[in-house]
Each structure stands twice: as C-alpha cells, then as structure tokens.
C-alpha cells in the first residue's frame, strides 16, 4: 500500500469526531490500528524507512478517507469493504450500494423487503456465518440489514418528532450516516431473546458465539460494550459489520473498536 499521510482534514473529522455522545440504533465507526501479522509480514524493518514498513490498512485510515463537502465530514471510500462510517463521517448524498443481494439465510421476519439485502460480499460471508454458527449448534436470525437514506432519515425524523433533536441523537443515526447504509452491517439475534435487538443477547450462547466467532467470517461487533465513547454508539452485541476478513481478524485480536484500529496514529504505532 502507499504511504498515508496526514491529510487536511485530519485534525477535523478524527479529532472531534471520537469525542461525540453515545447513541444507539446501529452506525458508526471508530479508528485505531495495530497490525495484523499477515499484515506486516515484510516490516519490523524500522519505522524510519518508507516503504513497505506500513500498515496494509493504511489506505483506509480515518484520516486517509474523508473529506470536508459543504461543512461535513464526507467519505471518500464508500464502496469499500473497510469503510467507516459514524457520527461525525457520512456517506456522499444519496449514496446506494449497487451490488445489495438477500442472503440465503433465516430471517427474523418473513418476505423480502428492504432490510433483508446487504451487499454480495457481505452477504455471502454472512451466509458462511451463519452455516458455521449452525454446525455447532447455534441458531442466528437475521433481523435487519441494508437501509436506504430515505429510510433512515424517515426513521430519524420520527424520533425528532416524538423525542426531540437530542433523544433522537441518542436512539438513531443521522440520515447518512448509518453503517446499515453501507450494506455491511446486519443485525443478527436469536429465538432465545425472542429475536429481540437488545443487549441481553450478548449474554446468551447465541451472542457469545458471535463475539467469538465472527471475525473468522470477516465480520465484526462493531459497538462494544466499554467501547461506547470511541463508536459513539451504546453496546451493540447484535450488530455486526462486514470488513474482510484480514481487518476483522486484527480487529478483533487488537481489543480496538474498528474506529480506534483505523486512527492513523494507532496504525502507524501498530507498524
Ligand atoms: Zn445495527
């Protein structure tokens, strides 16, 4: 990969952007690195040599990725599979992924609508998932994926209207700036919580399986419980996000919230 670098914004969008409140409801991001083995197989050299001492998710720094567009933080990378996407980060207008399938898996309600999609990848994975989690005798349901704009500001809006702009803040995401608008994420629980979104599915066989086993599909728990300021978002243990399975794996084995992993500062000390 290239050399990252400090870009204009970087003192702007990263800075604030972790220092945020909490909110709820599924969508945001978090930023700091450290290096996956695979990931730096050919570095150790030493930090003061360029090339290939860097860390392979350095394209996708937090910093790498954004740029300022009519006084918001806007994504430079929507399609990608290691996007972040939170509070202060949103993605460009009208941004729809074009590759949204259904994935073959038990959902928590019937029919096909909106939310049954994510994007091929991830679905795909998601399907593997859900087969593993099977063979081991754990049933997941899949309660709701992909959200469109329009969706997620109709949903927004509401909660302005019966709860004011603050409570609103704290329940939902901002039109664009939902993880479920990129297609990766999808809210998964289990027949033991009655399929219900709601932090008590951390603690079941179902919930605990996922914490552990969700990085070796390519996913991971995006709002962790303790991890609440650096997502802005409240314990999520239902809702996964896709990023492959290299960046999930350092994810998850770094203890770091997706957001804190991608920070350029976090990358660069990880090497
Ligand atoms: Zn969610």
Request: one cysteine or more; charged letters at 25%.
């Amino acid at each position: 990969m290239k050399k990252h670098q400090a870009t204009k914004w970087s003192a702007i969008a990263l800075g604030t952007a972790l220092a945020a409140g909490l909110l709820s409801a599924c969508g945001a991001a978090g930023a700091t690195p450290e290096p996956s083995k695979s990931a730096q197989q050919q570095t150790n050299g030493g930090q003061d040599s360029e090339t290939k001492s860097e860390n392979p998710f350095a394209d996708s720094a937090m910093q790498a990725t954004v740029e300022e567009k009519d006084g918001k933080n806007v994504v430079t990378n929507p399609t990608s599979m290691q996007v972040v996407v939170n509070k202060q980060r949103y993605l460009p207008d009208g941004y729809e992924p074009s590759d949204l399938v259904v994935p073959n898996v038990p959902f928590s309600f019937g029919g096909v609508i909106e939310k049954s999609h994510m994007r091929k990848e991830a679905a795909d994975a998601l399907e593997q998932l859900f087969a593993g989690a099977k063979e081991q005798g754990i049933d997941l349901y899949a309660v709701s994926g992909y959200r469109s704009y329009k969706r997620q500001k109709s949903i927004y809006d509401n909660n302005v209207a019966t709860r004011g702009e603050a409570e609103a803040a704290k329940v939902s995401a901002a039109p664009g700036t939902s993880e479920h608008q990129t297609g990766l994420a999808m809210d998964v629980s289990a027949l033991s919580v009655n399929n219900e979104l709601e932090q008590s599915f951390g603690d079941t066989k179902e919930g605990q399986w996922l914490a552990d086993h969700a990085q070796e599909y390519g996913f991971i728990v995006h709002y962790l419980k303790g991890k609440e300021e650096q997502t802005g978002y409240s314990y999520e243990p239902w809702h996964i996000r896709y990023v492959g399975k290299d960046l999930a794996k350092a994810v998850h084995d770094s203890g770091l919230s997706l957001d804190e992993y991608l920070d350029e500062s976090n990358l660069s000390a990880a090497k």
